[in-house]
């Protein structure tokens, strides 16, 4: 038997490349990849429950309208940015590992408030702990937003490095979740339902992959064509989604040559001078775009609408998530909400926790002791 985790997916990675790829290895490699998913986690559970530190963050409190870490090797200028985007000031310095622990800035911008957070550089095998790998990596894990730093200079190469680490420790930076929804039955076997036609594996593969989960009985509804990868990413159900920016840093050194060359590799990268202040102004409209918020004004009973101030919350947040952001106690005393703007059905619809809120809405909840 294989003596360790790691010899065990080497293993099994060597089974996968010596299978050649048509209709017929498609099963088995399936549930290749789902024994291989579960041999990184179970790494993963190792590394992070190891350790001679308590627990394995830096303890940031999340605060603001969003949370945006910043990510990159050492010297990219993460801390010059953050100290010319927020009041914050981080520590620069023309050596590596200047920055040693999380630093958490807000930037404030249109109307928001964001979270930035400055962090120690990162390096390859981060996600096994290196240089204090794992902090860094699990104040990303519960970020809304990661800002990757890169210099002009092997910027493809780190980029990937960067991107690389991120995946290992179960962050599916700019990825969508799919949307499988499994609902287990006592019987039955696997009634499969899909909206879509299933491109990358058939049904077989499918359920052969839900089986190495131990789903054997259950409703499962597809809305998308997953990847086999992905269907692992849910079945797995610790994976992340944070947005992603890849940020050029350091442009006052190049020539427009260089830049030109470096917006083909990156052509939806922001390119700026952390130092001189070049498009930072335009890095902070992206930040602010990226986060998806929504403007959502809060009108109390009998009351006029309050335009002055109002509460910005993400993109599809729900009635449940405003209440949240306004009172920790105010989920638990809701009796309903009314709504009037673009998500309500008519004007003032009566509606739940789960109503999902768009931009503009003007919200009114109503509570079992109190009003708002
Ligand atoms: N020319 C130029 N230099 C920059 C720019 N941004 C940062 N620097 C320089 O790059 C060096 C590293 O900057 P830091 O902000 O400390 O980099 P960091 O990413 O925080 O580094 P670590 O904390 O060590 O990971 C410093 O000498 C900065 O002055 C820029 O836009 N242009
Ligand atoms: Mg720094």
């Given at each position: 038997m294989s003596s360790t985790v790691d010899d065990q997916i080497r293993e099994i990675e060597e089974q996968i490349s010596q299978t050649s790829k048509n209709k017929s290895t498609e099963h088995h490699i399936g549930t290749l990849k789902a024994k291989i998913a579960k041999l990184r986690r179970r790494k993963l559970e190792i590394q992070?429950?190891?350790s001679s530190s308590k627990g394995y963050g830096f303890d940031i409190r999340k605060t603001g309208d969003g949370t945006v870490v910043l990510i990159g090797f050492p010297s990219t200028g993460k801390s010059t940015l953050i100290s010319s985007i927020t009041s914050k000031q981080s520590k620069v310095g023309a050596y590596d590992f200047t920055t040693t622990s999380a630093i958490p800035g807000i930037m404030f911008h249109r109307g928001t408030q964001i979270q930035i957070v400055d962090l120690p550089g990162i390096i390859e095998d981060a996600s096994i702990g290196k240089g204090?790998?794992?902090?860094?990596l699990a104040v990303a894990r519960g970020s809304d937003m990661i800002l990757v730093l890169l210099e002009p200079e092997k910027a493809e190469q780190y980029y990937e490095k960067v991107i690389n680490e991120l995946k290992k420790v179960a962050i599916r930076p700019g990825m969508v979740e799919p949307i499988i929804k499994i609902k287990k039955e006592n019987r039955g076997g696997i009634a499969l339902s899909t909206l879509r036609r299933l491109t990358h594996m058939t049904e077989k593969t499918f359920k052969g992959i839900l089986r190495e989960y131990k789903v054997i009985n259950a409703s499962v509804t597809v809305r998308s064509d997953p990847t086999m990868d992905q269907l692992i990413?849910?079945?797995?159900?610790?994976?992340v989604y944070p947005k992603i920016l890849v940020v050029i840093n350091k442009i006052d050194l190049i020539k427009k040559k260089q830049k030109e060359a470096l917006l083909e590799q990156f052509p939806d990268?922001?390119?700026i001078s952390a130092l001189t202040g070049e498009n930072t102004n335009l890095l902070k409209d992206r930040i602010v775009e990226k986060l998806e918020l929504i403007k959502i004004f809060l009108k109390k009973q009998g009351e006029k609408t309050d335009y002055e101030e109002p509460l910005i919350v993400k993109y599809s947040s729900t009635i449940k998530d405003i209440c949240d952001k306004i009172h920790r106690k105010f989920a638990s005393e809701f009796r309903y909400a009314v709504v009037y703007g673009s998500s309500a059905k008519h004007d003032n619809q009566r509606v739940g926790l789960d109503h999902i809120v768009r931009d503009g809405d003007v919200v009114t909840i109503i509570m079992n002791k109190y009003q708002f």
């Amino acid at each position: 038997m294989s003596s360790t985790v790691d010899d065990q997916i080497r293993e099994i990675e060597e089974q996968i490349s010596q299978t050649s790829k048509n209709k017929s290895t498609e099963h088995h490699i399936g549930t290749l990849k789902a024994k291989i998913a579960k041999l990184r986690r179970r790494k993963l559970e190792i590394q992070f429950s190891s350790s001679s530190s308590k627990g394995y963050g830096f303890d940031i409190r999340k605060t603001g309208d969003g949370t945006v870490v910043l990510i990159g090797f050492p010297s990219t200028g993460k801390s010059t940015l953050i100290s010319s985007i927020t009041s914050k000031q981080s520590k620069v310095g023309a050596y590596d590992f200047t920055t040693t622990s999380a630093i958490p800035g807000i930037m404030f911008h249109r109307g928001t408030q964001i979270q930035i957070v400055d962090l120690p550089g990162i390096i390859e095998d981060a996600s096994i702990g290196k240089g204090r790998g794992k902090e860094i990596l699990a104040v990303a894990r519960g970020s809304d937003m990661i800002l990757v730093l890169l210099e002009p200079e092997k910027a493809e190469q780190y980029y990937e490095k960067v991107i690389n680490e991120l995946k290992k420790v179960a962050i599916r930076p700019g990825m969508v979740e799919p949307i499988i929804k499994i609902k287990k039955e006592n019987r039955g076997g696997i009634a499969l339902s899909t909206l879509r036609r299933l491109t990358h594996m058939t049904e077989k593969t499918f359920k052969g992959i839900l089986r190495e989960y131990k789903v054997i009985n259950a409703s499962v509804t597809v809305r998308s064509d997953p990847t086999m990868d992905q269907l692992i990413d849910v079945l797995e159900g610790n994976r992340v989604y944070p947005k992603i920016l890849v940020v050029i840093n350091k442009i006052d050194l190049i020539k427009k040559k260089q830049k030109e060359a470096l917006l083909e590799q990156f052509p939806d990268a922001v390119f700026i001078s952390a130092l001189t202040g070049e498009n930072t102004n335009l890095l902070k409209d992206r930040i602010v775009e990226k986060l998806e918020l929504i403007k959502i004004f809060l009108k109390k009973q009998g009351e006029k609408t309050d335009y002055e101030e109002p509460l910005i919350v993400k993109y599809s947040s729900t009635i449940k998530d405003i209440c949240d952001k306004i009172h920790r106690k105010f989920a638990s005393e809701f009796r309903y909400a009314v709504v009037y703007g673009s998500s309500a059905k008519h004007d003032n619809q009566r509606v739940g926790l789960d109503h999902i809120v768009r931009d503009g809405d003007v919200v009114t909840i109503i509570m079992n002791k109190y009003q708002f």
